[in-house]
């Protein structure tokens, strides 16, 4: 606990699921939270409800596609708590769909939200983070490194967060910023296997469940955020959950038709 008292964390999509659950076990850890949010309404019930447990927590609604509104978001945080120590990127969505029937304009808004945000808000902290020697933590996915069926323009957005992350990692590291990247199997939620009803109706029934069929517990978002603030107290590189899959990362790179014949049987 004494780790995380007093510090300041700004939490992106922080209304909900995830990166709640980040800002719920910092508040509990004593620290400070700034949580942005596109939905206003959502943003201010989640920050009155951490309020509520008594944990300092400041909403600020922001679309983390506009450069504008992340330094505006930025800005507001220093105003509000006069530092920043840690920065969890965590806005993002998936999505179902053939790849060849998924349209640049699909991939160019997938790579706005996933990717792109990621390196906005990133620039925006940097400065106060190197000030702090503080934490970017970028949300990826297990689709960060390997993909599987059905999945549309959601791997590519994520792959290039794992890029970039190596890229922060080779140039703020040596600043005193430690940088995270967190490659998550499927987050346990109450809509699961039936969110992408709408946009997999044609595609084979696994691919409307959890990480498109790929068969894994759904992780509970607590435990998760648990083991990213570990992590980040230890200044690790990576975090892989389940950790199990770094074997299978390792034979792709090595021997990729084996890899995807692994995959492949996972996500029968």
């Known amino acids: 606990m004494a780790y995380w008292q007093g510090k300041v964390a700004l939490v992106t999509g922080g209304s909900a699921g995830l990166g709640y659950a980040i800002a719920d076990t910092l508040g509990a850890q004593g620290a400070s939270v700034m949580l942005a949010a596109r939905d206003g309404q959502r943003l201010q019930v989640a920050v009155e409800q951490l309020r509520a447990k008594g944990f ?26 006069g530092r920043l120590d840690l920065l969890v990127n965590n806005v993002g969505r998936s999505t179902r ?3 060849l029937d998924t349209s640049p304009e699909e991939f160019r808004e997938l790579m706005e939200l996933n990717f792109l945000s990621v390196v906005r808000c990133t620039q925006a902290a940097a400065p106060h983070l190197i000030a702090s020697h503080g934490h970017v933590v970028n949300i990826g996915s297990l ?44 987050i346990a939620r109450e809509d699961a296997g039936q969110r992408y ?3 997999a109706s044609d595609l084979p029934a696994t691919a409307r469940q959890p990480g498109g069929g790929v068969k894994l517990r759904g992780i509970p978002p607590e435990q998760l955020a648990a083991k990213i603030l570990r992590a980040c107290e230890q200044r690790r590189a990576e975090l892989v959950v389940p950790s199990k899959a770094r074997w299978l990362f390792a034979l792709a790179q090595l021997w990729p038709a084996l890899g995807d014949r692994i995959i492949a049987k996972k996500s029968s």
Do not use: M
């Not at 300092?56 to 708590?81: H, K, M, N, Y």
């Not at 323009?153 to 990692?169: D, E, G």
């Not at 080779?170 to 940088?179: I, K, R």
């Open 197 to 199: 009803d709408a946009e």
């Open 56 to 81: 300092r927590a400041v909403g600020f609604a922001t679309d983390v596609t506009d450069s504008e509104q992340v330094c505006a978001l930025v800005a507001e945080t220093i105003r509000e708590f």
């Open 143 to 186: 689709a960060s490194k390997c993909v599987s069926k059905f999945l549309g323009a959601y791997p590519t957005s994520k792959f290039a967060v794992a890029a970039y992350s190596q890229q922060l990692r080779f140039e703020l590291n040596p600043q005193g910023v430690h940088v995270l990247l967190v490659c998550p199997g499927p």
């Open 97 to 99: 769909g053939n790849v």
